[in-house]
Each structure stands twice: as structure tokens, then as C-alpha cells.
């Protein structure tokens, strides 16, 4: 099946430091990924649909200068958090569809991430 | 826009016994797709099942099978013959609308298999 990896799964760093999140997918080719940050106990939020080629559209709300998006390929994807602030520590976790309208999303293994 | 509803936020049930856990949601597209993911305490989502809106059969996979109510708009997943390891969030998904590909969840519903 197809597999997505995430690293790192988990990083500490201080505020305003900034912060790269990798998602490759392994056995498969996704031109658009997804993005989605999930609070404690709460459901996953879409971020940003993040296309091979081209720049991310972000969800309304979501800033785009603090979270970077950058898909240089077809099998890898990057989210960075510039300047990061406590608020931002949270679990996000990306995801890529696989071939087929059909297809569900196959999801990374997520970062949890803590801004101290 | 889409929503999806799952108003149970905690389910018990005891090991080897049936759940249901519900899903309702709300479109105004013809064509969409229902999912259901579930993801364990550490944090990974695993796909369980798809049921598509024009799939006039209800989806199985294994132990899973989704109880789909196309006038009713709902979408429930029927999980038999509960095992310890099915504990975890389990999370109602939907995509709609042509040419989208990125799923809208519901808020989840945190399954507890006692022993």
C-alpha cells in the first residue's frame, strides 16, 4: 500500500527558531499533499493543499508567512514554521492522496512539535 | 460547504461485541466519498474504509463495515467482534465537490474496548 513518511515525529526548539517538517511519499507519486494540524483532543484541521510545481493554498486563517509550504517534487513535500511561538506547538501531520479520484488520503505518522 | 457530525465523543464496549459508532454529514454535492480513519494514541491515521456516494452496496473490510444511509445522510461504521487493539479516536471523513481531493473530518469518537 501506499506509504508516507513524516520526520521529524517529534522536535522541541525555542521561540522564534524556525522549524522544517519533512513528508515524503515512498512508493508512490502525489502531486498534491495535504497539511493539517490537530489540537489535543480535537480533529484534524486542514492547513494547506500543497501542489507539486506551484505555490500552497492556504485555509483561511492559516498564515502563510509563518508556515511554509514548498513541494519542489513529486514525492516530497515541506512545511516550515518560521519564528515559532508556544501557540504554535501542536501535532501536524500531512497526507497525500493516492492514485484514483477515489483513493483515500494516506497520512504521515505526524510531528509533534513543542515551542518552548 | 461540507459537514461531517459524529456526536459521540466517548463509545465503551466490551471486547468481542459489535459497535456502532455514528456519522452524519451534509452536502449539497451529488458525487462524494465517505471515510473512516482511525488513529491510536500515537498519533497515526489508518484508513479503514470508503463508501462512495453512487456504491449501492455498503463497504466491508474485515471486521469493519459502514452502514451507509443515503437519504438519512449518514455514514456509521460498524465495528464486529471488538478486539483491546480497536481502543483509539476514530475519525468520520468526507470528500466532495469535483476535482477536491482534501477531506473535511468530523470531531471523532474515542472507542474504549474493556476487557
Known amino acids: 500500500g501506499a506509504v508516507v513518511s513524516q520526520h521529524p515525529s517529534r522536535v522541541i526548539c525555542k521561540s522564534g527558531t524556525s522549524v522544517k517538517i519533512e513528508c515524503r511519499s515512498l512508493?508512490?507519486?502525489?502531486?498534491?499533499m495535504f497539511w493539517y494540524r490537530q489540537f489535543p483532543k480535537q480533529s484534524l484541521m486542514l492547513m494547506a493543499t500543497?501542489?507539486?510545481?506551484?505555490?500552497?493554498?492556504?485555509e483561511q486563517g492559516v498564515e502563510k508567512d509563518k508556515f511554509l509550504i514548498n513541494h519542489a517534487s513529486l514525492t516530497l513535500s515541506t512545511l516550515t514554521v518560521t519564528s515559532a511561538h508556544p501557540e504554535d506547538s501542536s501535532f501536524y501531520i500531512c497526507?497525500?492522496?493516492?492514485?484514483?479520484?477515489?483513493?483515500?488520503?494516506?497520512f504521515g505518522n505526524g510531528t509533534r512539535l513543542t515551542v518552548t | 460547504a461540507q459537514k461531517i457530525t459524529q456526536t459521540q465523543p466517548g463509545m465503551f464496549v466490551q471486547e468481542k461485541e459489535a459497535v456502532t459508532l455514528d456519522c452524519t454529514y451534509d452536502?449539497?454535492?451529488?458525487?462524494?466519498?465517505l471515510f473512516w480513519y482511525k488513529q491510536p494514541s500515537s498519533g497515526e491515521m489508518i484508513f479503514l474504509i470508503y463508501?462512495?456516494?453512487?456504491?449501492?452496496q455498503n463497504a466491508t473490510e474485515g471486521r469493519y463495515s459502514l452502514n451507509f444511509q443515503k437519504a438519512r445522510k449518514s455514514a456509521n461504521l460498524v465495528i464486529s467482534a471488538s478486539q483491546l487493539g480497536d481502543s483509539a479516536m476514530y475519525f468520520c471523513?468526507?470528500?466532495?465537490?469535483?476535482?477536491?481531493?482534501?477531506?473535511?473530518f468530523g470531531k471523532g469518537t474515542k472507542l474504549s474496548v474493556i476487557p
Open positions: 452536502t449539497s454535492d451529488q458525487s462524494y466519498g
Open positions: 497526507s497525500a492522496m493516492g492514485t484514483g479520484v477515489n483513493s483515500p488520503l494516506h
Open positions: 471523513a468526507m470528500r466532495a465537490g469535483a476535482g477536491s481531493y482534501q477531506l473535511t
Open positions: 500543497s501542489n507539486e510545481g506551484s505555490k500552497a493554498t492556504y
Open positions: 463508501q462512495g456516494s453512487y456504491d449501492e
Open positions: 512508493d508512490f507519486q502525489a502531486t498534491t
